[in-house]
């Protein structure tokens, strides 16, 4: 499994409109074949920074959202609300002790 982390810094103007577009789309990009789950995080300092947190079954199933319609709709409307470059990370879990995965 694939876990990709992005960091979005938005303009503060831009933010009700980002929240609005992520409502829209969210239950379909959670439902994106090879994506199993995703967060949206924003930081507790910064609000204009906001986080994904998504978990995918491999890097062939990141990269065809990532050429998908869907996410290319989505990125033009959300690129010019930004305050500063994204920032991407993809990692492999080597330890999960989220309750969840105890049970």
Known sequence: MLVRIVKLTFKE?????????FETHKNTIASF??????????????????????????SAALDN????????GLWT???????NKPEAWSHEIHFNGFEESRS
């Not at 959202?65 to 290319?72: A, G, K, V």
């Open 65 to 72: 959202y990532r050429t998908s319609d869907l996410f290319l």
């Open 13 to 21: 103007e831009e933010l009700p409109a980002f929240f609005q577009e």
């Open 33 to 58: 074949p090879g994506c199993r789950g995703m967060k949206l995080l924003k930081d507790i300092n910064e609000p204009t920074v906001i986080m994904t947190y998504s978990h995918w079954d491999n």
């Open 77 to 83: 409307k959300i690129k010019p609300m930004f305050g």
